[in-house]
């Protein structure tokens, strides 16, 4: 079966400091896609940061980083330097072989202190 | 330019009417998906377009759900005879092209359905 697996519902962190979002997947497939989405109370899913299971190098764009672990079956999410603007939802999403869809997992809140 | 807009952005109904959700994709974007969220859940997969066609509607979890594209661009959601579990957020996304592995979606700000 594939699934995605955010087992952290609430995460809360200092501004300025450095958060670990955890994401674990589990899927057959050789081949497939990892997103991260950001869900602000607007209601937007807003895209941060794309890895593919065939790439060797993780994913960083910006203060986004991706820290895959394909032996695991994890892509866990780093923010460094957390700003108040953060604080939103955030989910882990992934495109399994040939689906044309993305799967979301259950999402993790995150509150950034000030 | 102008995002994924969706309409309208919150939508009461009573039990047992028709609604219909409008989706305005991002100007010359091939793929269109749209997605059901319940409060507190990640977006569950409703139904995918490429252009007019509707390639994928595995995720419409009753015959009560239609969608449509017929021009390959603006789509419509339509729920008839609504109960009450239909309450959530529903959320369209497009995407420029045909769907590939890397191929991220831009997502509207979606309409709140809630069935009274």
């Known amino acids: 079966a594939q699934k995605i697996t955010q087992t952290q519902p609430g995460m809360f962190v200092q501004e300025k400091e450095a958060v670990t979002l955890d994401c674990t997947y589990d899927t057959s497939d050789q081949s497939y896609g990892l997103f991260w989405y950001k869900q602000p109370s607007s209601g937007e899913m807003i895209f941060l940061i794309y890895q593919g299971s065939y790439d060797e190098q993780n994913a960083t764009e910006g203060r986004y980083s991706l820290n895959f672990q394909k032996a695991r079956k994890s892509a866990n999410l780093v923010i460094s330097a957390s700003q108040l603007g953060d604080s939103a939802m955030y989910f882990c999403?992934?495109?399994?072989?040939?689906?044309?869809?993305?799967?979301f997992g259950s999402g993790t809140q995150l509150t950034v202190l000030p | 330019g102008a995002g994924v807009s969706q309409s309208p952005r919150y939508k009461v109904a009573k039990r047992g009417q028709d609604v219909a959700l409008r989706c305005d994709p991002i100007?010359?974007?091939?793929?269109l998906f749209w997605y059901q969220q319940a409060l507190g859940q990640g977006p569950e997969f409703l139904t995918y377009f490429q252009n007019e066609a509707q390639l994928d509607k595995s995720g419409l979890p009753s015959d009560r759900f239609f969608a449509e594209r017929p021009e390959g661009s603006v789509s419509t959601l339509k729920i008839q005879r609504t109960q009450q579990e239909d309450s959530a957020v529903y959320l369209c996304?497009?995407?420029?092209?045909?769907?590939?592995?890397?191929?991220?979606?831009?997502f509207g700000n979606g309409t709140r359905l809630t069935v009274t």
């Open positions: 996304a497009s995407s420029p092209r045909r769907i590939t592995g890397y191929s991220p979606l831009h």
């Open positions: 999403a992934m495109r399994f072989g040939s689906a044309r869809q993305l799967t």
């Open positions: 100007s010359g974007h091939v793929s």
